[in-house]
């Protein structure tokens, strides 16, 4: 089963018309604790310009995550406490957040259980 995975991934990937018809969305990285809030700032910026100026539509995980840790957590290293695991891997919440985010880039809604 393996190799038929890797057999129709290889074709797939090797045929770049396919990537020619399909609508993608950037997903800019989110805030981490390997990154100072500054530094993150300065990051985010310059990939938004480079997609804004390539009209490579995108989400930002950062709104993705300050939205789930709500309106009452508002600094950068409280946000990171309350949706990231070890400050790098997104709780669940987050990432579901984030996928029904993606999703309704393309006008698709999902219910997503806890």
Do not use: W
């Amino acid at each position: 089963m393996h190799s038929h995975l890797l057999t129709v991934l290889t074709k797939f990937c090797v045929n770049t018309a396919a990537y020619d018809n399909m609508e993608r969305v950037y997903i800019i990285p989110g805030y981490n604790k390997k990154l100072t809030q500054t530094d993150f700032q300065q990051f985010e910026q310059k990939i938004q310009q480079q997609l804004d100026a390539d009209k490579i539509p995108y989400i930002k995980l950062s709104h993705v995550m300050t939205t789930v840790a709500g309106d009452t957590i508002t600094s950068y290293d409280k946000v990171i406490e309350d949706v990231l695991t070890y400050g790098i891997h997104l709780h669940v919440q987050t990432g579901q957040k984030l996928l029904q985010t993606a999703l309704s880039h393309y006008n698709i809604t999902c219910e997503l259980r806890q």
